[in-house]
């Protein structure tokens, strides 16, 4: 790995600069009057472009994405993102204002209106709005749907009850909308089950909210009974789909008794959206619900596409304009460049790498549920010299992205992997073969594993220090 490199303030020379325009000849009135204008900058640095070009380059080195390596980064499904999606994306022929009238974007409409069809077939829920901007946008919506439905029924109710293995934007989410949270144990097999369920169904109880698979990587395979038992106390079941990608074109939430739900089409559908976005959180409901969804939804009028505003029991809009549109964009070319039968197998094939990983390291690794997983599997750190935090320090010395650490909050040092359906056999022997050697190190060499990394530009932070009392801006003539 390369040292850090110096900081452009550091190269800066005075006088030196990348381009530099001549004296102009033309004698033109100033565009800002001279009194508003700063004649520079303080400590502005100054080098030449070939400096310039080097210092972003020896920056851009630094980086790690899944174009160099594999990214194991559980529940968030880091996984390959096709480049012909960025492709379509980036083309002009998608790119309109807003305000645009409708006639002259029937195609970007027509875009929408089939990436929803696609949504309906693969969840069987009765109708999606594309509208929420990201997945915790999306529960957020999903939540005031149901809020404004039972306020309509005139049975408003206050509590949301929600596993310890879902996922942690749920409780936010069902705060945000106004809710009380209640947490409800998962049993010894990692799932709800009724029984443990059925003491917390009182009449104040306005929804379950369930991630499926959840963040241990286990269906909840009594999700149906789940929904009826909801149902009969007048309460409604929301799916967090964030973990679609283990069910695609295998099971259909919507039957299953699911009211709501939300897709992340950034992580399912293969978007780029590490560091905070893009995003986007469609959300699908079922048929009783229909008349909640925000506004405006596009439909298919007169052979045309319309964009409608007229419905009296929407909760209203809940974006500015009609979504992240070129993020539909990427998935709609996912989908169509994959079709019905390989849609299938993006899940058939991440289950399969999952247990792949699973069935190589439950030697060596505590395993605490011994359940059937899906799309990811969850080791605790139970029983080792080190912790997991030492282990996913020393796998940066391999040249390998960590997986997620401590998460689900029911594992004890739970270490989440998850190498989505696209990396190959080989990829995967890599991985299992570099946690083989970081296992033996820590029993023989467990020094090596606490003060690991020690083959990054940056070695072990102190992460308290570096959480509380950031650098976040260089100033002259202190040593950082």
């Known amino acids: 790995m390369s040292p850090l490199p110096d900081l452009i303030f550091e190269i800066s020379r005075d006088g030196k600069t990348a381009h530099g325009l001549g004296a102009s000849h033309v004698q033109a009135e100033p565009a800002i009057d001279p009194g508003l204008r700063r004649a520079g900058i303080a400590d502005f640095p100054q080098v030449s472009e070939v400096e310039i070009v080097r210092h972003y380059m020896a920056l851009a080195r630094l980086n790690y994405s899944l174009d160099q390596g594999l990214y194991p980064l559980g529940s968030c499904t880091m996984k390959y993102n096709p480049k012909i999606n960025e492709k379509l994306a980036g083309s002009e022929d998608f ?19 089939r990436l929803e069809e696609w949504l309906l077939a693969l969840t069987g829920m009765a109708g ?20 404004k439905y039972l306020q309509d029924k005139g049975d408003p109710r206050r509590v ?21 949270i209640r947490e409800v144990p998962s049993n010894g097999e990692g799932i709800i089950d009724v029984d443990g369920l059925r003491p917390f169904l009182k009449d104040d109880v306005a929804a379950l909210m369930m991630t499926n698979p959840n963040t241990l990587g286990i269906f909840e395979k009594n999700i149906t009974a789940i929904a009826d038992a909801l149902h009969g106390n007048g309460s409604l079941l929301y799916m ?9 074109g295998i099971v259909r939430p919507g039957d299953l008794g699911v009211d709501v739900m939300h897709i992340n089409l950034h992580k ?28 405006p939804r596009v439909v298919k009028q007169g052979g045309a596409y319309e964009i409608v505003y007229d419905a009296p029991h929407s909760i209203g809009r809940i974006k ?80 390998l992205h ?41 029993r023989e060499q467990p020094e090596l594993l606490l003060q690991a990394p020690h083959q990054t530009p940056v070695r072990r932070l102190d992460e308290t220090l570096a959480a509380r009392q950031p650098v976040l801006k260089w100033r002259k003539g202190e040593n950082l």
Request: hydrophobic share 45%; charged share 15%; net charge negative.
């Open 95 to 113: 790119q309109a204002h807003p305000y645009t009238p409708r006639e002259l974007v029937q195609g970007n409409l027509e875009i929408m209106a």
């Open 128 to 147: 999606f709005t594309c509208a929420p901007a990201a997945g915790a946008h999306g529960e957020f919506t999903g939540m005031l749907v149901i809020r």
């Open 160 to 180: 949301v009850l929600i596993p310890d293995s879902a996922h942690g934007t749920n409780p936010s989410s069902a705060h945000f909308a106004g809710y009380e």
């Open 240 to 248: 967090d789909g964030a973990n679609l990608n283990a069910l695609l």
């Open 268 to 295: 399912t559908f293969a978007t780029p959206h590490g560091g905070g976005g893009p995003g986007s959180g469609p959300v699908g409901v079922a048929a009783h619900l229909l008349p909640y969804l925000p506004v």
């Open 320 to 399: 500015n304009f009609y979504g992240q549109f070129l993020v539909m964009v990427r998935a709609l070319a996912y989908l169509c460049s994959l079709g019905r039968e390989n849609v299938r197998r993006v899940a058939e094939d991440a289950v399969l790498n999952a247990n792949y990983i699973r069935k190589k390291l439950q030697d060596v690794l505590d395993l605490p549920y011994p359940t059937a997983t899906m799309h990811e599997v969850v080791f605790s750190d139970k029983n080792l010299p080190v912790k997991t935090l030492d282990i996913a320090k020393r796998l940066l010395d391999y040249g």
């Open 402 to 442: 960590p997986f997620t650490i401590y998460f689900p909050l029911i594992v004890h040092g739970a270490m989440m992997i998850e190498p989505t359906e696209t990396e190959s056999k080989e990829t995967l022997d890599e991985f299992i073969a570099v946690m083989n050697k970081i296992l033996v190190e820590a």
